[in-house]
Every structure is written in structure tokens, then in C-alpha cells.
């Protein structure tokens, strides 16, 4: 019996926090803003794990019994959580409090699992060694889920999937008991009928995962989806309607094949228009080579460097021929250099390398600042990272919002650029399936404006950048405070104006 209750302790422990982490993982995949999500699911899955862990001292018989109909109720409520919030999400208007109560159910549920196995193995152990047991076991088996959760689960396996998994474990934990202590339990006949009902249950569900996930993206997509596939990083969905191809990283659109070359032709061609030499060129983000297609229509660039966090991305655009027709196989070009890591920790490292040779130009193509780890690559660090980086005569050309949507977030970036050195130029673009959108130049001199642009694009010249330099009262600049990676506060600006326009 001892044994199969420890052993019980680990599966518990692993599959308890694997439950947290996965409505962690999908309340900022479907609600945004990472950190302010996972705080607030864990502090309400401890609390609830409280609650649980108070009420178990009203369970005074058939300790058994009760052990292994919890483990089947959190095996179904934690197994079937993550498919359960995939199909509701687009169908109910209050999705925070099915999320929520989702975690106050399964949280309560763990809570009571560790005090009645104590309880069951007090006459076993002398109450210091069943204490250090059982939570030592326990809190490895957190570490396991922990670093299973990232490495294996969200690229290899997905969310659904593995909460149906470890549904399944809770639940071949609760039918081990029946068969183990056949002759202490009570119920048994109801147990063993609920146990493989269940069980049955969370199969169908594991078997057919990718069926409930496609059911629950078709519904939240107006178009067909052609892929789909979850990264370390993000969930990502490409979809295709009538001549219109759409890129989603967690539910956020990041371009329309329509018109997206409005929003590339404006991030790159002022800068490189303005620039006497551009040989050497720096991207950053960008890895669905859109912009890098835009700087190789200049003969004299001679390396790109192309830093993005995610090579399924660089993967997809680089291989798959109705992904690389987009970019015109830019990221198969002998002048692309492709690195698959984080833009900062790159520059960290690489700008004291002896062999590291600054650019002349840099696109900063990042996703807007929605949460805490998109935010610190528009902080004053970052940007101090990129003055180095940057040639004497060198431009940075930098997306920054939208700067009627979001008018303090587009001028909170300016103003972080300008307050380490930078001379900057704001500018906007109309991007039809984004609306009005805004970039900053910045240089460590003052810019010289294009007065003609060498090349013919489909839609900047010398007289749509000039109006593109205006903004109108509505858009026009507003004081802000500095964005620093103690403070982020580009990212409780973002938050609060875009949360007003949806």
C-alpha cells in the first residue's frame, strides 16, 4: 500500500501543475498579456488548492474511497479543461469566468488529494518521514512537469492533447487504487463503472484532439485554415481566403497577403532611401522575410542578418511554396543569414565579439508590445543594445503601433529612442487591414530625408512618405514616460488603449 501511494504522490504532483500550466498557457494564447494571465491563474489555483486542502478535514470515512473519486473528477475536469476552453472560447461572452472557474474546480480538486494520501499513509510513516515523502516526491514531480511542460508538450504534443494525457494518468492513478485495495473500498462497483466511463472519455478526447482543435479555430477564423502547428513560442495559424492569405500568432493577425506590402514597403524603404550605403543590414523579428524581400530589391546590400526568435516560422516561409512566393524566396537568398533566438540575448552577446561588424541598416519588425517579454524589446536597454550596433551614419527603422489606436503607446517608443541619443523621425502608413500604422526612424544623426526614392514600389514614393510625415491633431505627439525594463510601461499603455478599441 505504501508504495502505491507514493508513487501516487508523484503522478499527482506532475499532473497537478501541468493542469496550472496549461490554463496558464491558454489564457494568454486566447486573452493575451503572458504574465499578467499566469499571475493571476496561479494565485487562483493555489488559493483554490487552499480551499481544498480546508475542506478534506471534513472527510472522516472511506478515505479511500474518496481518494480515488477525486483523482477521477480531476482527471475529467483537468483532462477535458483544455478542449472545454478551445471550443467555448468564441461562443459565450464571459470566457474569464468559465476560465476561471475551470481552475477553482480543478485547483480545489488537487487540494484534497495531498492531505487525504497523508492521511492514508499516517500509520504507515512516523509523521516527520511521511511529511518530508510525500512532498519531496511531490515537488519533483512538479520539477518533471515543469520542464516537460515547454520542452515536449506545447511543441510536440499540444495543449489539448497532453490535458487529456495527464487526465488519463489521474485517472489510471484512481483504477491502480480500485484493484490495489480492492478489499478496503467502498463503492466499488459505482467507482469501477464512473473510473471506465471516464477513462473512455479522456481516450476519445486524446484520439481526437486535433479534430476539437480544428473544430474550435475554424470557428474563431473567417477563412479556411491551411496550417496550424504550435511552436515552443506560439501557436501559429495561416489561413486562406478568396486570394487572401493571413498569418496569426496567438490569435493576433500579423499580416494580409493583400496588403501587406504597404506595411513592409513603409518600414524599409525610408530608411534605405535615406541611407548613402547600406551594405550590412540587421533584421530583427521579421521571419516571415517580407521585409528582407524589400531590402534585397537593392543591388548593393551585401549581408542581412535575419534574428527571429522562431524557426518554424524561418521553417514554413522558407519551404513552403505558397509561403515563399510571398517573400520571392528572400529567406533562400546566399545573402540571408538566418538565427533562430531571441533578438536581445543575441545582441547581449555578440556585440563585444571581435568579428561582430555593425550594420549600416536595421528593420525591426517585432510584434507589437502586448506583454511583458514583447515589451522589453522596446526598452531603453534594447535600444542602447542597437546604438552600438548601429554605424556612425546608420538608420533603425522600427514598428511601433498604431499611432491613432494606440497614440501614447506609438509616442511612448519614440520618446524611449530619443531619451539615449537618437534623433528620430516619426511617420504612419495606411494599412488597410490594420488600419493607420507607425513606424519611427531613428539614427545617431539627424536624417536625411529622401527628396526621391530610387526605386518604384506599389506604394511609397517621395509624395506618399511626405504625407505620411504629417499627422493630424488626433495622432499628433503626446508626452510620455520613458519605457525601461524595470517599469514596462509601453505595456500597461498598450493595454489600456488597445483594450478600448475591442
Known amino acids: 500500500m505504501s508504495f502505491v501511494l507514493l508513487f501516487s504522490v508523484a503522478i499527482i504532483g506532475t499532473c497537478g501543475l501541468i493542469?496550472?500550466?496549461?490554463?496558464?498557457?491558454?489564457?494568454?494564447?486566447?486573452?493575451?498579456d503572458s504574465i499578467t494571465q499566469f499571475s493571476i491563474i496561479i494565485g487562483i489555483y493555489l488559493f483554490s488548492m487552499g480551499i481544498g486542502s480546508y475542506l478534506s478535514k471534513y472527510i472522516t470515512k472511506n478515505l479511500l474511497s474518496y481518494f480515488i473519486r477525486v483523482e477521477l473528477l480531476v482527471g475529467l475536469v483537468g483532462g477535458s479543461s483544455a478542449a472545454i476552453l478551445f471550443l467555448l472560447f468564441e461562443h459565450i461572452t464571459s470566457f474569464r469566468v468559465l476560465l476561471y472557474f475551470i481552475v477553482v474546480i480543478t485547483g480545489t480538486l488537487v487540494g484534497l488529494e495531498i492531505p487525504l494520501l497523508m492521511r492514508?499513509?499516517?500509520?504507515?510513516?512516523?509523521?516527520?518521514?511521511?511529511?518530508?515523502?510525500?512532498?519531496?516526491?511531490?515537488?519533483?514531480?512538479?520539477?518533471?512537469a515543469s520542464l516537460i511542460f515547454p520542452l515536449v508538450l506545447v511543441p510536440h504534443v499540444g495543449l489539448i492533447r497532453s490535458a487529456f494525457l495527464f487526465g488519463i494518468l489521474n485517472v489510471s492513478v484512481g483504477i491502480w487504487g480500485l484493484y490495489a485495495f480492492k478489499e478496503e473500498i467502498a463503492?466499488?462497483?459505482?467507482?469501477?463503472?464512473?473510473?471506465?466511463?471516464?477513462?473512455?472519455?479522456?481516450?476519445?478526447?486524446?484520439?481526437?484532439?486535433?479534430?476539437?482543435?480544428?473544430?474550435?479555430?475554424?470557428?474563431?477564423?473567417?477563412?479556411?485554415?491551411?496550417?496550424?502547428?504550435?511552436?515552443?513560442?506560439?501557436?501559429i495559424i495561416i489561413t486562406k481566403g478568396h486570394e487572401d492569405l493571413r498569418l496569426y500568432l496567438n490569435g493576433n493577425l500579423q499580416f494580409s497577403s493583400k496588403d501587406e506590402y504597404r506595411y513592409h514597403e513603409s518600414l524599409v524603404?525610408?530608411?534605405?532611401?535615406?541611407?548613402?550605403?547600406?551594405?550590412?543590414?540587421?533584421?530583427?523579428?521579421?521571419?516571415?522575410?517580407?521585409?528582407?524581400?524589400?531590402?534585397?530589391?537593392?543591388?548593393?546590400?551585401?549581408?542581412?542578418?535575419?534574428?527571429?526568435?522562431?524557426?518554424?516560422?524561418?521553417?514554413?516561409?522558407?519551404?513552403?511554396?505558397?509561403?515563399?512566393?510571398?517573400?520571392?524566396?528572400?529567406?533562400?537568398?546566399?545573402?540571408?543569414?538566418?538565427?533562430?533566438?531571441?533578438a536581445f540575448v543575441w545582441?547581449?552577446?555578440?556585440?563585444?565579439?571581435?568579428?561582430?561588424?555593425?550594420?549600416?541598416?536595421?528593420?525591426?519588425?517585432?510584434?507589437?508590445?502586448?506583454?511583458?517579454?514583447?515589451?522589453?524589446?522596446?526598452?531603453?536597454?534594447?535600444?542602447?543594445?542597437?546604438?552600438?550596433?548601429?554605424?556612425?551614419?546608420?538608420?533603425?527603422?522600427?514598428?511601433?503601433?498604431?499611432?491613432?489606436?494606440?497614440?501614447r503607446s506609438f509616442w511612448c517608443v519614440g520618446n524611449t529612442l530619443s531619451s539615449i541619443g537618437f534623433k528620430t523621425l516619426p511617420y504612419h502608413a495606411y494599412v488597410p487591414s490594420f488600419g493607420e500604422w507607425g513606424y519611427f526612424m531613428a539614427s545617431k544623426k539627424t536624417i536625411n530625408i529622401p527628396k526621391t526614392f530610387a526605386h518604384q514600389h506599389r506604394f511609397i514614393n517621395e509624395k506618399t512618405f511626405e504625407n505620411m510625415r504629417h499627422f493630424p491633431p488626433d495622432m499628433s505627439a503626446l508626452p510620455t514616460k520613458i519605457n525601461k525594463l524595470n517599469n514596462q510601461i509601453l505595456v500597461h499603455y498598450f493595454e489600456n488603449e488597445w483594450s478600448k478599441v475591442n
Open 19 to 32: 493542469y496550472e500550466l496549461i490554463a496558464g498557457a491558454l489564457a494568454s494564447y486566447l486573452l493575451g
Open 120 to 144: 492514508l499513509l499516517k500509520d504507515k510513516f512516523e509523521f516527520k518521514e511521511l511529511v518530508s515523502k510525500v512532498f519531496t516526491i511531490d515537488y519533483i514531480g512538479a520539477l518533471f
Open 187 to 235: 463503492w466499488k462497483k459505482t467507482l469501477k463503472t464512473s473510473a471506465f466511463s471516464i477513462l473512455f472519455i479522456l481516450l476519445m478526447g486524446f484520439v481526437y484532439s486535433n479534430k476539437l482543435l480544428k473544430i474550435a479555430e475554424t470557428a474563431s477564423y473567417n477563412n479556411q485554415i491551411i496550417f496550424s502547428k504550435s511552436s515552443k513560442y506560439q501557436r
Open 269 to 342: 524603404h525610408p530608411g534605405m532611401e535615406s541611407l548613402k550605403n547600406h551594405k550590412n543590414i540587421l533584421v530583427l523579428g521579421g521571419g516571415d522575410g517580407m521585409a528582407v524581400r524589400e531590402i534585397l530589391k537593392y543591388p548593393h546590400v551585401k549581408n542581412i542578418t535575419l534574428v527571429d526568435l522562431d524557426p518554424v516560422i524561418t521553417d514554413i516561409f522558407s519551404k513552403i511554396p505558397l509561403l515563399n512566393s510571398l517573400n520571392k524566396k528572400s529567406l533562400l537568398s546566399s545573402k540571408v543569414k538566418i538565427i533562430n533566438t531571441d
Open 347 to 407: 545582441l547581449k552577446e555578440n556585440l563585444n565579439k571581435p568579428h561582430f561588424k555593425k550594420f549600416d541598416f536595421i528593420a525591426i519588425d517585432f510584434p507589437d508590445p502586448s506583454n511583458y517579454s514583447l515589451g522589453k524589446l522596446y526598452t531603453t536597454t534594447l535600444f542602447k543594445l542597437l546604438y552600438k550596433a548601429l554605424t556612425p551614419s546608420g538608420i533603425i527603422a522600427i514598428q511601433s503601433t498604431s499611432p491613432y489606436f494606440a497614440r
